[in-house]
């Protein structure tokens, strides 16, 4: 159903630049960082997806189109 995906986990030093497995489709339009991050077989990156540094996504995932992953995530304040 759905896949692993694992955010700030521990990269091997001697994969510093970004690794993208076998079999994996990535639209022209997502963007990938050059750095740090891991992409496992079979997988899907859909349209204008983003893909930040030291993110590592498993095999057989698909992630949705402008979907942001590795980015900061919402915050909520409460206001009196």
């Known amino acids: 159903m759905?896949?692993?995906i694992r955010k700030n986990r521990f990269l091997s030093p001697k994969r510093k630049k970004s690794f993208i497995g076998e079999g994996t489709?990535?639209?022209?339009?997502a963007t990938i960082s050059p750095k740090g991050v891991n992409i496992?077989?079979?997988?899907?990156?859909k349209e204008?997806?983003?893909i930040y540094t030291?993110?590592?996504i498993?095999?057989?995932v698909t992630i949705m189109p402008g979907a942001v992953i590795g980015g900061q995530g919402f915050v909520y304040i409460k206001i009196r």
């Open 25 to 29: 489709y990535l639209d022209a339009t």
């Open 48 to 50: 204008h997806a983003v």
């Open 2 to 4: 759905f896949g692993n």
């Open 40 to 45: 496992g077989k079979n997988c899907v990156i």
């Open 54 to 56: 030291n993110t590592e």
């Open 58 to 60: 498993g095999d057989n």
